[in-house]
């Protein structure tokens, strides 16, 4: 069948001689552009009404007519074709009450045709423009004709069209021609072409208002979005269109191949802002385990950066638990939405899940949505800045009663700077410690000897964030003078208003300043602990923390002398990498300086690390003493003292 339309000068599409005699190579054979009824009923099934006037514009070989009638009841239709022998054909083979075929052109006048509530144009606008540079003189005819004669005031015009380059180029130019149109756009299915690529079949519904609209009104109903986006102007169709392109192309390599070591990630957007995206990780199983082919994962609200989630080596780790060979990581990273339920998120992305499902998997399987726990907990925005991409929210699991308050850098890969719990007053609880970073910290602090007698303690935090670290050594040092270098006022302002930082403390410095700037002017040996907590914001870089800007053999000089020339002072570098071999480099380079470097692992996840740069060197056991007595100062009530002795753990 391809063969009958390949070497045809584009011109020839709108020649009847060129269709008749196409018509006679299909011979008694059916052909249907772009899908069959199945595919496109539901669609249709909007904009059809029994009693309706339909007209059908280049019915070709098409059985649509016929199936409006059986299925959709339509008693009142014409079908109408330039060439005669594709009218011959319909009325032998799809001949039924109610239908009128004749042979005519709809570019010229005919009132036959006019008052008529929907039209239905299947692919004969694409065969009019089938490549660039198409002539348009024909089309143009038949859009104006439709437009302006033929339908009534609400009347429908209804273009099925995939919606090529050339074809969305003319579609665009002649709506902005006409003001008194409302638009719905339609993706109907995804087709496959050469039996290997997939694309989707569009609907264009012109709606003819009875008089002229104060605005564009363009509706997008979508297979990525959902129905009901709205589209601010004409231009940002061929957005819409393309988004949706490239989710087909998506769903056709997922479900052609597995994709082992190698994940694919798509974002579903709502109104030009990120609602859900989606991860696909597949895994191989042992013969002999009894591994599922696919299932859903949602993330539970909150916890988006968390290693185990946001991280490839943690998604493995969870797929394995789950036994699933491909599992979907569902991350709800929109936070402007409401995400009410497990339920919701089911039925909202339930299609979706079954459009990506891997070759071989049975029609009937209904993929199963995990969690964490039965639902997908809460999570309430406090305060965002879109421009310098930091969010402020507060979270927590089903079935728990506190509530954590989180700052994160980027919306949808999130990377944490910081957590607190809050009380019971919704307020920074600071006496507690939430991460395995903060814990770490503080138990090398409390390495120091004489912590507590010591007259001052200068403490220098590079990258501040929500200042949660820095709020609980001022509440449990009363010694420690801290200051805080960050270069963004937001992130002071937050800090400030939602984390309860009090900078305005005679024991709390925070200089809104460029750390680089900062490390140029700073005078030599003025403090005890210098510690490097910054963030870098490439989500292509392996190494996440510090930005790789704050991180060389140079900066390390610049960081050690900024330390007292004291036994106890502490160099601790927070180091969050990608790429193990990195890490590995990171800890030689780091280790050159220095008497004793301490490795801090994180509990949770291989990737973040505490490095502690020592300039004496000490046996661990001395350390653990140390950290006993410093411990026994601050009491029973001190409520991280049970991680801080058991998390201080160095390599063996």
């Not at 045709?113 to 490549?131: I, R």
Request: hydrophobic letters at 40%; one cysteine or more; glycine letters at 4%.
């Amino acid at each position: 069948m391809a063969s009958s339309l390949t070497n045809v000068n584009p011109e020839e599409f709108t020649k009847k001689d060129y269709w008749n005699k196409f018509s006679s190579n299909l011979g008694k054979v059916q052909f249907e552009w772009y899908g069959n009824w199945d595919e496109i009923a539901e669609t249709c099934n909007l904009y059809v009404k029994p009693k309706d006037k339909i007209l059908h514009v280049g019915i070709g070989n098409s059985d649509l007519a016929a199936r409006f009638a059986d299925h959709l009841i339509a008693q009142n239709q014409i079908a109408i074709d330039i060439a005669d022998k594709a009218i011959l054909f319909q009325k032998k083979k799809f001949a039924r009450a109610g239908i009128v075929y004749k042979t005519a052109d709809i570019t010229t006048l005919d009132e036959t045709l006019n008052n008529s509530n929907s039209v239905f144009d299947k692919g004969t606008l694409d065969a009019m423009l089938p490549e660039e540079n198409s002539p348009t003189e024909i089309p143009d005819k038949m859009f104006d004709n439709i437009l302006n004669n033929i339908l009534p005031a609400f009347g429908r015009y209804c273009i099925v069209t995939l919606g090529q380059a050339q074809v969305l180029d003319f579609i665009i130019k002649k709506l902005q021609t006409f003001k008194n149109i409302a638009v719905k756009i339609h993706v109907t299915h995804v087709t496959k072409i050469n039996e290997r690529f997939q694309v989707p079949v569009y609907m264009f519904v012109v709606i003819k208002m009875p008089k002229d609209m104060p605005f564009v009104n363009i509706v997008g109903n979508s297979c990525l979005n959902g129905d009901g986006h709205k589209i601010p102007s004409y231009e940002k169709i061929i957005d819409f269109t393309a988004a949706e392109r490239e989710f087909a192309l998506f769903q056709g390599e997922l479900s052609q191949r597995w994709y082992i070591g190698e994940e694919k990630a798509i974002e579903f957007t709502q109104n030009d802002k990120v609602k859900y995206k989606l991860v696909i990780h597949d895994r191989t199983f042992k013969s002999k385990d009894k591994a599922q082919d696919v299932a859903a994962f949602v993330v539970p609200l909150g916890r988006e950066a968390d290693w185990i989630f946001s991280d490839v080596d943690g998604r493995t780790s969870l797929s394995k638990q789950c036994m699933t060979r491909r599992l979907v990581f569902i991350f709800a990273v929109g936070k402007s939405f409401e995400f009410k339920s497990m339920k919701h998120i089911t039925e909202e992305l339930s299609q979706t899940i079954q459009s990506l499902y891997p070759p071989g998997t049975s029609q009937n399987y209904k993929a199963p949505f995990l969690s964490t726990a039965d639902d997908i907990g809460e999570r309430r925005v406090v305060a965002s800045d879109a421009k310098e991409n930091v969010y402020v929210y507060d979270f927590k699991g089903t079935g728990e009663e506190e509530w954590t308050r989180r700052m994160v850098f980027g919306e949808r890969d999130s990377v944490i700077q910081s957590d607190v719990l809050l009380d019971s007053a919704g307020k920074p609880d600071h006496s507690d410690l939430y991460g395995d970073y903060y814990i770490a910290t503080m138990s090398a602090i409390m390495t120091i000897q004489n912590l507590f007698e010591l007259e001052r303690i200068d403490i220098l935090v590079l990258g501040v964030g929500g200042g949660c670290l820095l709020s609980h050594i001022h509440k449990y040092l009363p010694n420690a003078y801290l200051t805080g270098v960050e270069i963004s006022e937001t992130v002071i302002n937050l800090a400030e208003k939602h984390f309860d930082l009090k900078s305005l403390d005679p024991r709390m410095t925070i200089i809104n300043q460029d750390a680089d700037t900062y490390l140029k002017i700073a005078s030599p040996q003025q403090f005890d602990i210098v510690m490097l907590d910054i963030n870098g914001n490439d989500p292509t870089e392996s190494l996440i923390c510090p930005a790789p800007f704050f991180w060389s053999k140079d900066r390390l000089v610049q960081y050690n002398s900024l330390l007292k020339d004291e036994d106890s002072s502490l160099f601790i570098m927070n180091v969050l990498c990608r790429s193990r071999d990195r890490t590995e480099k990171i800890l030689e380079e780091f280790s050159k300086p220095f008497k004793q470097v301490d490795k801090l692992k994180s509990q949770q996840t291989d990737l973040n690390t505490v490095l502690i740069g020592r300039k004496e060197n000490k046996h661990n056991l001395e350390h653990a003493k140390v950290v006993k007595a410093n411990l026994a100062r601050l009491g029973d009530d001190y409520e991280p003292r049970e991680y801080i002795t058991s998390s201080y753990k160095f390599d063996e």
